[in-house]
């Protein structure tokens, strides 16, 4: 955590938004799921 060099915090940021990506993904994947299971009945 003590490195601040640009490279180091470029990759932090992209960490932090692959996860965020990822559960967002999560959370579509749900939605779409919960709407798809709605339409059939």
């Known amino acids: 955590m003590g490195d ?14 692959a ?4 559960a967002m993904k999560k959370k579509q994947q749900a939605i779409a799921l919960k ?3 709605g339409k059939k009945k």
Request: charged share 25%; proline share 5%; net charge positive.
């Open 4 to 17: 601040k060099s640009p490279k180091s915090t470029s990759k932090q940021a992209s960490q932090k938004q």
């Open 35 to 37: 709407q798809s299971a």
């Open 19 to 22: 996860k965020a990506s990822g």
